[in-house]
């Protein structure tokens, strides 16, 4: 599947085990993006899998779930859907998990906390058209906030 335009609907991945935030984060990036939600999952080695079958544009994904945790599960996805970019949306705050979730191929973080307010505007960011240097993003945000 080519990658989303302008004019194309972004393809969108979500992975979390909480699947009423599922189902928020799907109404918020409908809504704002107009994104199309190309499947869902509840844990880390589902999300891989449906990444791979699906090759999304985005995948949002948490860091703490059952079975493979988001870290891994970004680390898989970014070797074998390269032209996928990873969005970690997590309840976390450390800057140690930012860290390891950048060095596992994502190009975003954000805390849970913000997630709703926040992530459109950060998918739009990644979507493919406008990829940035991630260095530079996680040094703003890391400095930002």
Request: hydrophobic letters at 45%; a neutral charge.
């Amino acid at each position: 599947m080519p990658p989303a335009s302008p004019q194309m609907p972004l393809r969108v991945l979500l992975v979390d085990d909480d699947p009423v935030f599922r189902e928020l984060l799907a109404f918020v990036l409908r809504a704002d993006v107009g994104a199309e939600i190309v499947g869902s999952a509840a844990d880390g080695a589902k999300g891989v899998q449906l990444a791979d079958d699906l090759r999304p544009d985005v995948v949002v994904t948490d860091l703490l779930m059952p079975r493979m945790d988001g870290f891994e599960a970004t680390k898989r996805i970014a070797a074998t859907v390269p032209d996928a970019r990873v969005l970690v949306v997590s309840s976390s705050t450390d800057p140690k998990d930012v860290e390891r979730a950048g060095e596992a191929g994502a190009a975003g973080y954000l805390p849970k906390d913000r997630a709703v307010a926040e992530l459109p505007g950060e998918v739009r960011r990644l979507r493919p058209a406008k990829r940035r240097s991630l260095r530079l993003f996680f040094a703003r945000r890391l400095v930002l906030g």
